[in-house]
T-cell receptor
Framework: KAGVTQTPRYLIKTRGQQVTLSCSPISGHRSVSWYQQTPGQGLQFLFEYFSETQRNKGNFPGRFSGRQFSNSRSEMNVSTLELGDSALYLC?????????????FGPGTRLTVT | DAKTTQPNSMESNEEEPVHLPCNHSTISGTDYIHWYRQLPSQGPEYVIHGLTSNVNNRMASLAIAEDRKSSTLILHRATLRDAAVYYCILRRNFGNEKLTFGTGTRLTIIP
């Protein structure tokens, strides 16, 4: 099975612009989660989608949004970019192990805001 | 989510066992103990999980204290490829896909 794929892998944007990142989960996985990783804050949960509905949300401003399509692919959007949004954005899809979930992470999209 | 505490860093010699500790004194009865690791320039990857009993898989073993307030991830024979940041995470058993990562333990393997 192919793993979680994220596009693009690298992105450079300027302050004030908006950006859309894409994630394709492992075939059959219906849950997709997004995380932001920065040197200062570490790995932080952004939101999770299941069957096209946002099921969980982290503590990020409304500039960060996402959606999920009927084929489980997901996108996240960041509007009015700030320098502090420079980070590695990771997407993960979930597999139910019978009692809990295992998350499979993609390689991430490295966003640099200048 | 209940909090976990791990040492910031550890070193181990190649081909020797490694014991990575994790304290989770506020764990609840429905919390599973998960371990993930993040190799350099990669996303995190699942290592192992358990509830009450010790667990083994092809990657590692998980030893859980009887009171469940601590656990230890055991790599039986460390290789250079095991150099990574290891995260101990508590998760409820159903739903809630959110993973709350702490700062983890940076494991360095000495050749």
């Amino acid at each position: 099975k192919a793993g979680v794929t994220q596009t693009p892998r690298y992105l450079i944007k300027t302050r004030g612009q908006q950006v859309t990142l894409s994630c394709s989960p492992i075939s059959g996985h219906r849950s997709v989660s997004w995380y932001q990783q920065t040197p200062g804050q570490g790995l932080q949960f952004l939101f999770e989608y299941f069957s096209e509905t946002q099921r969980n949300k982290g503590n990020f401003p409304g500039r960060f949004s996402g959606r999920q399509f009927s084929n489980s692919r997901s996108e996240m959007n960041v509007s009015t970019l700030e320098l502090g949004d420079s980070a590695l954005y990771l997407c993960a899809s979930s597999l139910f192990l019978g009692s809990t979930y295992e998350q499979y992470f993609g390689p991430g999209t490295r966003l640099t805001v200048t | 989510d209940a909090k976990t505490t791990q040492p910031n860093s550890m070193e181990s010699n190649e081909e020797e066992p490694v014991h990575l500790p994790c304290n989770h004194s506020t764990i609840s009865g429905t919390d599973y103990i998960h371990w993930y690791r993040q190799l350099p320039s990669q996303g995190p990857e699942y290592v192992i999980h358990g509830l009450t009993s010790n667990v083994n898989n092809r990657m590692a073993s998980l030893a859980i204290a009887e009171d469940r307030k601590s656990s230890t991830l055991i790599l039986h024979r460390a290789t250079l490829r095991d150099a990574a940041v290891y995260y101990c995470i508590l998760r409820r058993n159903f739903g809630n896909e959110k993973l709350t990562f702490g700062t983890g333990t940076r494991l360095t393997i000495i050749p």
